[in-house]
């Protein structure tokens, strides 16, 4: 299977979007209410809908910045929220992206890729990340169907993942996660080292 943009804007062309919740999920909505350096530079990957981007744009972040693979979704988003910058809304692949951000927010994006891609995603975060700057979000931590996305993965493989590259200063069972996804959610906060 080729997760390529034509796979995901069929997917959200089809609304093949088990995964979206229809809004900002709670944990993340609990991290961004006490994060106030809104001169931040933040990068949401994968951002689908764009829920929390949309929520940033609300609350007077003035750098944000919408990342996904589907013209779709970007569409859907640009549609959806029409005074959020055009210049903001980057409709390209993850890999190829180019910049420095002090945030990177992750949510389903790690578990949409697949597991060969892995180790490319942690020295791609790396990589866009200014010094000190952080990866906050939120990773499944349960196994799924190996042939086709969400893929799984565990706290333990997460850890050598990160390790390296990343300080753990936020790596725990997630307390506030929605009820469909409650006991399945690590919340993490990984400062760059």
């Known amino acids: 299977m080729k997760l390529d943009s034509k796979y995901w804007n069929n997917r959200y062309e089809q609304f093949d979007t088990g995964w979206d919740v229809g809004s900002i999920t709670p944990p993340l909505e609990e991290y ?32 944000v910045y919408y990342l996904d693979f589907s013209k779709k979704a970007c569409s859907n988003f640009k549609n959806r929220v029409p005074s959020f910058p055009d210049q903001n809304i980057l409709c390209k692949d993850f890999f190829n992206l180019k910049g420095k951000f002090d945030l990177i927010i992750e949510q389903t994006f790690f578990c949409a890729i697949k597991k060969n891609k892995r180790k490319l995603y942690v020295e791609k975060v790396y990589d866009l990340l200014k010094s000190k700057g952080k990866l906050v979000g939120l990773l499944f931590d349960r196994e799924f169907e190996d042939d086709h996305p969400p893929f799984g993965a565990t706290k333990e493989l997460y850890a050598n993942l990160f390790e390296n590259h990343f300080s753990f200063k936020i790596f725990e069972n997630c307390k506030n996660s929605l009820n469909s996804r409650k006991d399945h959610e690590i919340f993490i906060e990984f400062e760059k080292k």
């Open 32 to 63: 961004f209410s006490s994060f106030k350096m809104f001169n931040s530079q933040i990068l949401v990957i994968g951002a689908g809908n764009g829920y929390e981007v949309e929520y940033l744009h609300n609350n007077n972040f003035l750098n």
